[in-house]
């Protein structure tokens, strides 16, 4: 009977006390005591063999001494205490980069495995709903390894058969507090693998003064800024298109102008052209000379400029056709970059339908057909939505500043770029801290990365103009360095 309980049996259960409940009683099976101490040293042994697989480096500087006062006595152990730190002690004040590489990093990312991950990891992995509780038993992903770097750390998780990136992008608030960090981002490394990023500071929070003026002249990626790993920030402008969302004040100019200010080299020797739209006459106005007559403000003089460069486009498309499929720069056909403040200006909000219609037209044809032949479009705008920029997917690489509203997000960088962490509207509305602080979305990428552009200041720009007709200025032709 009680193999079929709880069941159909139940009902021919009599009590002959009414008010007694019925209590069924688990039989005990009780475990020899060989069985469970063979279970717990096998697996101490095991967990043991693991950390010492693990981490070689940290057992052994932990196990060697005792073991050698052990044996030797422990002025022997003392004595290889003492001589390996005495050497090591100066080591980070003549060299702190090679020993944070080596050393510092490998620590900090040790202790930090042990003390905030490894602590934390079933309660956040359960509370975030990344963990399943099944009959008893925790289903958790695995961490894999943890490595830090001068301002985050990585840490790399295989995920429980059958998740999806998805799961774990939607739960980055989660991640991110749980294990107090200020933000989380979501990379896959490969199948079944993933790359959390939780960084402990902000590299980018102090603004940055303006790249110095190359000496080559190129066209390649120009440098802009910073990332936040450190490394020079080069955005790519030959052979793409760059689309610019940011609220007032977010730093659209400081974008801008740091691209025209890498390409200043290779406009005086006649390997670029710059050409300016700037129907607000508050930004790009103050570079007039760098532009020449290349400069429009009024929206009939924009449409005019627009049509100028398709027809020179569409005469050099005619010229390439079945010789080449590429552009390389040169004084006959220099690349041309055609910068837009505040697009929207010109098409969403254009009153004059014919005019809208024509820079509407002008913008897609270059956008569609100008990369193979040295014509790219940068377009800033504040307002990403798709009535006011229909032809947004056009542009390859795409740059989100401080955007008032989560949603808008996507509608810059894609589908999933907030999900992965490309947090831009969290960015300090503070000019000191935000400005010019963006996430970036590149064509060849779908994990954005976090930078900031150089500030340019007036008087940064006065100097290019002044530079443009000078003889100061030394260039060389890309290559010839």
Not at 57 to 65: G, N
Not at 134 to 163: E, F, H, N
Not at 358 to 381: E, K, P
């Amino acid at each position: 009977m009680f193999k079929k309980l709880p069941g159909d049996e139940t009902r021919t259960l009599v009590s002959t006390t009414p008010d007694t409940a019925v209590v069924f009683r688990p039989a005990v099976v009780h475990t020899p005591a060989i069985f469970t101490i063979t279970i717990f040293l096998w697996r101490l042994l095991a967990r043991v063999v693991r950390l010492i697989w693990r981490h070689p480096i940290a057992v052994a500087l932990f196990a060697v001494p005792p073991v050698l006062g052990v044996l030797y006595g422990w002025r022997v152990a003392l004595l290889v205490v003492t001589v390996p730190l005495s050497l090591l002690a100066p080591w980070p004040f003549f060299d702190r980069a090679s020993f944070d590489r080596w050393i510092g990093w490998r620590l900090l990312a040790f202790w930090r495995r042990v003390w905030i991950y490894r602590r934390h990891w079933q309660p956040v992995m359960i509370v975030s709903g990344l963990g399943r509780h099944l009959q008893g038993r925790d289903y958790l992903p695995r961490l894999v390894g943890v490595s830090c770097t001068s301002w985050a750390d990585v840490v790399t998780v295989k995920m429980i058969s059958g998740q999806a990136v998805k799961d774990w992008s939607d739960r980055i608030d989660h991640l991110a507090h749980g294990f107090g960090a200020s933000s989380c981002r979501v990379a896959v490394v490969r199948a079944g693998r993933l790359q959390l990023t939780f960084p402990r500071r902000d590299p980018l929070a102090v603004p940055l003064p303006a790249v110095p003026l190359p000496v080559v002249a190129s066209v390649g990626p120009v440098e802009i800024g910073k990332c936040e790993d450190g490394h020079p920030y080069r955005l790519k402008v030959h052979g793409t298109h760059v689309l610019i969302a940011g609220a007032t004040g977010a730093g659209k100019g400081s974008f801008l102008w740091s691209a025209i200010r890498g390409l200043l080299p290779a406009v005086r020797a006649g390997l670029a052209e710059v050409w300016a739209l700037d129907p607000k006459r508050m930004e790009l106005s103050y570079g007039r000379e760098i532009f020449g007559d290349r400069y429009a403000a009024n929206p009939a003089d924009c449409a005019d400029l627009l049509e100028a460069a398709v027809q020179i486009m569409q005469e050099r498309a005619d010229r390439y056709a079945g010789l080449q499929r590429s552009h390389t720069p040169t004084v006959d056909d220099p690349f041309v970059l055609v910068v837009v403040d505040e697009v929207a200006f010109l098409t969403a909000y254009q009153s004059d339908k014919g005019l809208k219609l024509r820079i509407s037209a002008a913008l897609a044809t270059l956008t569609t057909q100008g990369r193979a032949v040295g014509f790219g479009v940068m377009a800033a705008l504040q307002d990403p939505r798709k009535e006011v920029m229909n032809i947004r997917n056009l542009f390859p690489d795409k740059i989100a500043l401080r955007l008032d509203e989560s949603e808008q997000v996507d509608m810059v960088l894609g589908d999933g770029a907030r999900d992965r962490g490309a947090l831009a509207d969290h960015i300090s509305p503070i000019p000191e801290r935000g400005a010019g602080v963006a996430y970036v979305r590149l064509e060849t990428s779908p994990d954005p990365i976090r930078v900031r552009a150089a500030y340019v200041c007036d008087a940064d720009i006065r100097d290019m103009a002044a530079l443009i007709t000078s003889d100061t200025l030394p260039i060389e032709l890309e290559g010839a360095a």
